[in-house]
């Protein structure tokens, strides 16, 4: 594992742990708690499919998670291999492939998916215009998380600025998970 992903896995697990803790909270100050402690359970994954022949698989996974009934799919970026294009048809597809998880999923981008576009193997694009692209795909002003779940967000009515697209995503897959 690269440092770039050690250092986004260690932001990300104490915002889980929070986040986890507070699903598991009594409701409001003078709520009762729970007969029983919620448990959520969450799959982190990174690097699927990568490329086309490893679609299948990644759709097998991720409908496997949905029979263990777990509440929440993290996708840690690696979309796409690291030589496969960084055009818009290869991103919606992979996109088209995330949204047909049966559980919320929250996708951060990975190097693959953006930085390493300007590489000529990748087709040599600007790196900060894919990034922006994968912004726009996977981050849209109307919150909602990706998966068939994604849509069921209660706050889905706000809409995001831009620049707060992704923590709007966070906050929709964590209420669809709890719904």
């Known amino acids: 594992m690269n440092a770039a992903r050690r250092a986004l896995l260690a932001m990300l697990l104490p915002l889980?742990?929070?986040a986890g803790?507070?699903?598991?909270a009594p409701a409001g100050r003078g709520g009762k708690a729970p007969a029983r402690p919620q448990l959520t359970r969450i799959a982190l994954i990174a690097d699927l499919p990568q490329?086309?022949?490893a679609?299948?698989?990644?759709?097998?996974?991720l409908d496997y998670f949905g029979e263990r009934k777990?509440?929440?799919v993290i996708h840690a970026g690696g979309i796409k291999g690291d030589t496969e294009s960084c055009s818009d048809a290869v991103l919606a597809n992979r996109q088209q492939l995330l949204n047909q998880s049966p559980l919320p999923l929250v996708y951060v981008p990975g190097e693959t998916d953006w930085s390493e576009c300007r590489q000529p193997v990748n087709g040599g694009f600007d790196a900060v215009e894919r990034l922006n692209r994968l912004r726009e795909l996977f981050f849209?002003?109307?919150?909602?998380?990706?998966?068939?779940?994604?849509?069921c967000c209660g706050s889905r009515?706000?809409?995001c600025?831009?620049?707060?697209?992704r923590t709007c995503a966070w906050r929709s897959a964590i209420s669809c998970s709890s719904a």
């Open 16 to 18: 889980l742990c929070t």
């Open 21 to 24: 803790m507070a699903w598991a």
């Open 51 to 53: 490329w086309p022949a």
């Open 55 to 61: 679609e299948a698989n990644a759709a097998a996974l």
């Open 70 to 72: 777990l509440d929440l």
């Open 140 to 151: 849209p002003r109307t919150p909602r998380s990706a998966g068939i779940r994604g849509r």
């Open 157 to 159: 009515t706000r809409r």
């Open 161 to 165: 600025s831009a620049a707060f697209a």
